[in-house]
């Protein structure tokens, strides 16, 4: 990783080869540190908006907002920094949990920022008219100001669009249709045991509720989920007949684990199924200030309560297979070590970084009736390397090398081939990264095969 000494995984993941689809990999990023998930899903994939802790953070120390996405919920591909605290004049650091929602084909974009002047939290609000920005402010000041964070945003039926936030209280506006105003004053819901639980052994706080509530809706019941009794944190959550409640205790949807002392949950339903994101630290280095998201399915019960999830290793199963003859960003990624992200000269992002034996995984690759070669986008200002092309695992099926010349410079891209040899059927497919000498042997920008 980046700013520090990189950081060298000390584990290597090896797949066992698969009968039919696997089980995704946790946690979904490990190029950075991301925490505060907030996914949302819009035109057939997961889009999922993060905070990012900055390495060696000691003090979240977070920057920037990342945004990476899927399909299959196996493979996420990189879409880099979508929005930073310059993206607001009057905002000084604290870039933490917000969250995207879509109206009238615009998205907005909802986070917590100290400001500049005197440095008390405040909601501020972006706009863009793709979902991958760019995201400017929409207002050039806060849109609520009164020192509290993390913002949940949530549309009803009806049309009209709830802001949610608060630490140490749950505080909500109504939302005008313009997303960037809203109407009457803001409201303070009452927490008591009955509506988020009783806590004790904390002076002030008497109920479970801590911070980072997310709202979501399924059938008639509405569900606030949020970070409870601090610290370490686990899930809980409550539900309520509408969006502003009467709110009633439901109990905890992940318990405390892992090695960070925060959590923040987001949930989805997606191609029919429902999905937890939340964080940890699970990537090494990691801990309460440099965290990773992780995803999980979600299952509710007749009642419509939910049952709890533990946090895993594996993550949900992935659920459509990738095509390997269609072109695919370098950046797509079920798990990867060593490398890095960076914006590319030819747009989108491209792989840097890469050193002798790291490499990218990508899951479930259905080659059908078999690949007869493979193309690369590269380039070197060094004297380039070789990419392995492995089937299951890092020391798997050799199927072709492609060879990665120098091309004078790390943005002077040239597109390389090589012939694949019995690449058939359903595979998980390693980049296994070759060369000698020293750091950064070539960078990668897209890839596909063509088939036989």
Known sequence: ??????????????????????????????????????????????????GHDEDGSTNFDMRDWHLFSTNDMANWQHHGVVMSLATFSWAK?????????????RFYYYVPVSKADGGAMAIGVAVADAITGPYVDALGHPLVDNTEIDPTIFIDDDGQAYLYWGNPNLLYVLLNEDMISYSGGIQQVELTAESFGARSGHPTRTTMYEEGPWLHKRGDL?????AADCCQENLQYS???????PWTYRGIIMDREGSAFTNHGGIIQFQGQDYLFYHNGALPGGGGFTRSVCVEALFYNEDGTIQQVQMSRSGPAQIKSLDPYIQHEAETISWSQGIETEISGEGTLNIWSI??????????????????????????ALNGGSIELRLDSLTGQLVGTCTIPGTGGWQTYVTVSCDITNANGLHDLYFVFKGEGGLDLFNFNWWQFRAA
């Open 1 to 50: 990783m980046s700013s520090q000494p990189r950081l060298m995984f000390i584990f290597l993941f090896l797949a066992s080869l698969l009968v039919g689809l696997g089980a995704a990999d946790n946690p979904v990023v490990q190029t950075i540190y991301t925490a505060d998930p907030a996914p949302i899903v819009h035109d057939g994939r997961v889009w999922l908006f993060t």
């Open 93 to 105: 650091e604290r870039a933490w949990a917000g969250q995207v929602i879509a109206r009238n084909g």
């Open 222 to 226: 509405y569900y606030m989920s949020f």
């Open 239 to 245: 539900t309520g007949p509408s969006a502003t409640g």
């Open 355 to 380: 050193n002798n034996g790291d490499y990218i995984k990508v899951q479930g690759v259905e080659f059908g009736a078999g690949a007869a070669s493979f193309s690369a986008r590269v380039a070197s």
